[in-house]
């Protein structure tokens, strides 16, 4: 069974920083490709944040381009997002998912990230 379970969100000022980790279980190791962070808001779609693949190709979208850095480390199964600059806008709750070799993708039970202006 896969899990991922996230940790580091808060409360923060803008122009902060957190970091938000997400361990994926042992299992999901060897079927998970593409680990990766997206956040929602009330009455919105979740949105994608960033992404990393297992070779390592990224993907971010252009609202956090600059401020946010994702990185991957295999042997731990665990995924971070380094989050610099941060802004009102991004307040969210924020998801960690993990997309298999077949597409099927895999949520965390999200955490939420507040940015006080």
């Known amino acids: 069974q896969v899990q991922l379970v996230e940790s580091g969100g808060g409360l923060v000022q803008a122009g902060g920083s957190l970091r938000l980790s997400c361990v994926a279980s042992r299992s999901a190791s060897s079927i998970i490709n593409t680990m990766g962070w997206y956040r929602q808001t009330p009455g919105k779609e979740r949105e994608r944040v960033a992404v990393?693949?297992?070779?390592?190709?990224?993907n971010y979208a252009d609202s956090v381009k600059g401020r946010f850095t994702i990185s991957r480390d295999n042997a731990k199964n665990t995924v971070y997002l380094q989050m610099d600059s941060l802004k009102a806008e991004d307040t969210a709750v924020y998801y960690c998912g993990g997309t298999t070799w077949a597409g099927l993708i895999y949520w965390g039970q999200g955490t939420q990230v507040t940015v006080s202006s």
């Open positions: 990393v693949s297992r070779t390592g190709a990224l």
